[in-house]
């Protein structure tokens, strides 16, 4: 059993930043995709980005170019650095980690087993 614990949510300006963390309870370094998602009230939970074992990365086309996702592999902690942060950002903010064998990650939610509680990100216009 993994545990996730998401930290770093909060309350900014629009054009403002944040730092997500996810601290994993295991090495974060053998599951072959982890990843962060979010979900917005009254909206189905979405892929916000993914980080595949060897380093390969997925975005959706909404964070592309001011999201960045990264991993501590030595802390075990998975990031998520969002920049010019827009109200369509406000969310749940969820990381997951799938440690079965993939080609690649997905950013389908259903593709991931284990999950973290969530963090709070509030962007004000």
């Known amino acids: 059993q993994v545990q996730l614990l998401e930290s770093g949510g909060g309350t900014v300006q629009a054009g403002g930043s944040l730092r997500l963390s996810c601290a994993a309870s295991?090495?974060?370094?053998?599951?072959?995709?982890m990843g962060w998602f979010r979900q917005a009230p009254g909206k189905e939970r979405e892929g916000v980005a993914t980080l595949y074992s060897n380093g390969d990365t997925a975005y959706a086309d909404s964070v592309k170019g001011r999201f960045t996702i990264s991993r501590d592999n030595i802390k075990d902690t998975l990031y998520l650095q969002m920049s010019g942060l827009q109200p369509e950002d406000t969310a749940l903010y969820y990381c997951a980690e799938d440690p079965a064998w993939r080609a690649y990650c997905p950013l389908n939610p259903q593709a991931y087993i284990y999950w973290g509680q969530g963090t709070q990100v509030n962007v004000s216009a």
């Open positions: 295991r090495d974060a370094s053998s599951s072959y995709c």
